[in-house]
Nanobody, 126 residues
Framework: QLQLVQSGRGLVQAGGSLRLSCVAP????????MGWFRQAPGKERVFVAA????????QYSDSVKGRATIQRDNAWYTMYLQMYSLKPEDTAVYYC???????????????????WGQGTEVTVSS
């Protein structure tokens, strides 16, 4: 059953920006860690960014560090991924995900997340 609902723009020119949104039920949104992953055609799903609920700590993959911002709006139970200076290699299906807080957990791993959005296809044209 789909718990996280995504929205955002799909086609962007290189050098442009985009913002993806992810709405979660309160019980999931306030539970622990929210993250973004992406999957390019023919490739595995990889980590993009994560945001902790308790301390708002953030984590970014090297591929997007300095070009992305992960944020949350607690009033609307919404998480955002803002990306800048987009490149054709950013083309992928982007997924939001939610994970419970657990000690010594690597939140860059897809397997620690138990709720996923439906995915948003993002194409960056050169």
């Amino acid at each position: 059953q789909l718990q996280l609902v995504q929205s955002g723009r799909g086609l962007v020119q290189a050098g442009g920006s985009l913002r993806l949104s992810c709405v979660a039920p309160e019980r999931i949104f306030n539970r622990g860690v929210m993250g973004w992953f992406r999957q390019a055609p023919g490739k595995e799903r990889v980590f993009v960014a994560a945001l902790g609920w308790e301390d708002d700590s953030t984590q970014y993959s090297d591929s997007v560090k300095g070009r992305a911002t992960i944020q949350r709006d607690n009033a609307w139970y919404t998480m955002y991924l803002q990306m800048y200076s987009l490149k054709p290699e950013d083309t992928a299906v982007y997924y939001c995900a939610a994970a419970p807080v657990s000690p010594r957990t690597d939140y860059s791993l897809p397997r620690v997340y138990d709720y996923w959005g439906q995915g948003t296809e993002v194409t960056v044209s050169s």
